[in-house]
C-alpha cells in the first residue's frame, strides 16, 4: 500500500507538468538537506561520543558536566532548542571568540543547532553500548597492562558498536527529518524551498504533495538499508556463535 502511495506522488512529482515544475524547484534544496544532515550527524557522533564517555567516567566533574548537558538538552523541545541554538549560543560564541558573525552562514548555524541537539541523545546511546558491555572486559584489558583509554579504544568500544549502530542509524534518519525545522530560520532546504515555491505560485498543493515525497524516498530508502544492514549484523552474529 505504501509503495503503491508513494508511485502515485512519485508519477505526479516526475510527469505531471505542474507538480515537476515544484519539484524542479525544491530539488535545489535537496543536496542541502543530505548535507546538513550528514555533517550535523557526523559532529553529533563526536560530542555523543565524548558526553557518552563522561557520562560514566570516574572523574566526578566530566560526569556531572556531561550529565546536565544531556539533560539540558532532552529537557527542552527541539524547535526552541534549535532557535537558541541559533540566535542565543551561536552569537554569544562568536562575540567571546571576537570573530564576524557573518562569517558563519546560516547553515552552519543550522548543523551546529542539529549536532548539539542529537549529541545529547547519542551521548545516551554510546552509554547504553558501552554499558552493555560486560564488567569482565575491562577488567581484563586493565589485567593485560592497557591503560583504561586503551581498553576503552581497543576491547570496549568494538564490541560495543553492535548495540549502538541500529540506534544510530534511527538517529540518523531522525536528524534527516528534523532538518524541515530549518526552515523556521531560513536556511532553504527542501522544506523552505516547498515554501517559497507555494508562496509565489500559489500552488500548494502541489508543492506539498512533492515535498512530501522527497521524504518519503529519503526515509523509506534509508530505513531499508538500515534493516538490511541490521539483517547482514544478526547473521554474522549468529554465525560467530554457531
Known sequence: ????????????SLFVERYNDAFEFMKEGLRLTIEMALWG???????????GLGRISRNVVARNVARTYIEFIRGVPTLPMIFFVNYVIVPSVVDFLNLDLQSITPQWRAIFALALIYG??????FRGGIQSVTKGQMEAGRSLGLS???????????????AIIPPLGNDFIAILKDTSLLSLIAVREITQN???YSNASFDFRESYMVLTFMYLVLVLGLSFLLSRFEARMTRYEAGERS
Open 1 to 12: 500500500m505504501l509503495a503503491a502511495i508513494v508511485g502515485v506522488f512519485g508519477y505526479y
Open 41 to 51: 550527524f557526523l559532529i553529533a557522533l563526536a560530542i555523543g561520543l565524548v558526553a
Open 120 to 125: 545529547g541523545y547519542l551521548a545516551e546511546v
Open 148 to 162: 583504561y583509554r586503551a581498553t576503552m579504544r581497543s576491547i570496549i568500544l568494538p564490541q560495543a558498536l553492535r
Open 194 to 196: 516547498a515554501k517559497i
